[in-house]
C-alpha cells in the first residue's frame, strides 16, 4: 500500500518527535555519555530507568493488543520479545552497577517516577485507536538512544553489554506505516509518541536535579 500524505507527515512527526523530545537531546544524558558524569549518576540512571521500564509487561507488550494494532500485531510480537531482552539486560545492569546513591529529596524522586510509571501505563491502554502503538514506537526508537547510557554504565559496571535486541530505528519508523494510513490513526500515533517522549525527557530532568543535589552536598 502506498503511504499517504498523512502517512508521511507523520512518520516524519515520529522522528522529529523522539528527536526534540526524547533522549538523545538531553544535557545529562550528553554527560553521561561523554564520560562527564560520576558513576554514582550513572547508576541513578540505570536504577530510574529500571523502576519505570523494568517491569512486565512492557509497553510494547501491552501495545500489541491495543485498540489499531491489529495491522502491526505480529511485528509488535517480534519487538516485544527483543524489548524483554533488553529489560532482562537493564535488571542485571542494575544489580551490577550497584545501588542508588543517597540524594536528598529521594522521596519525591520516587513519587514522581511512580507517577510516571502510571502515566505510562495510562498512555498503554489508551482506547484511542493507535495511541499505544505510537507510544511503544517510540519507545523502542528513543531506547536506542538509552542504549548509549546503558553502554557506558556497562563498562562502568565491568559488564558485556550484547547488541541491541530491538528493531533498527529504520524499521520501527517503516512499522508506522501499517497504522497511519488515516488521518485519526496517525495523529493518534503522534499523540502517543509525543507523551512518551516527553515522559523520557522529564526523566532525565529529574536524573539532572538529583545530580545537581547530590554536588551541592
Do not use: Y
Amino acid at each position: 500500500m502506498t503511504p499517504n500524505a498523512g502517512f508521511a507527515s507523520t512518520r516524519h512527526a515520529l522522528d522529529a518527535i523522539v528527536a526534540a523530545d526524547g533522549t538523545a537531546g538531553c544535557a545529562h544524558v550528553a554527560a553521561l555519555v561523554d564520560g562527564d558524569g560520576a558513576v554514582r549518576d550513572l547508576a541513578d540512571a540505570v536504577h530510574a530507568l529500571c523502576a519505570l521500564h523494568g517491569s512486565a509487561p512492557s509497553l510494547v507488550d501491552r501495545a500489541i493488543h491495543a485498540n489499531g494494532a491489529a495491522p502491526l500485531r505480529d511485528w509488535l510480537r517480534v519487538a516485544a520479545i527483543g524489548f524483554d531482552e533488553e529489560r532482562h539486560l537493564l535488571a542485571a545492569l542494575t544489580a551490577a552497577i550497584g545501588p542508588r546513591p543517597s540524594t536528598p529529596r529521594a522521596a519525591q524522586a520516587e513519587a514522581a517516577l511512580t507517577g510516571q510509571h502510571h502515566a505510562l501505563t495510562t498512555l498503554a491502554s489508551s482506547e484511542r485507536a493507535g495511541c499505544a502503538v505510537g507510544a511503544a514506537l517510540a519507545l523502542l526508537l528513543d531506547w536506542h538512544a538509552i542504549r548509549n547510557v546503558l553502554g557506558v554504565a556497562a563498562c562502568c559496571a565491568e559488564m558485556v553489554l550484547l547488541a541491541a535486541a530491538i528493531p533498527p530505528q529504520e524499521d520501527i519508523i517503516a512499522a508506522a506505516a501499517t497504522i497511519a494510513q488515516k488521518p485519526a490513526p496517525a495523529r493518534a500515533l503522534s499523540f502517543g509518541a509525543q507523551q512518551l517522549a516527553l515522559q523520557h525527557r522529564g526523566l532525565w530532568q529529574l536524573l539532572a536535579a538529583r545530580m545537581e543535589a547530590r554536588n551541592a552536598l
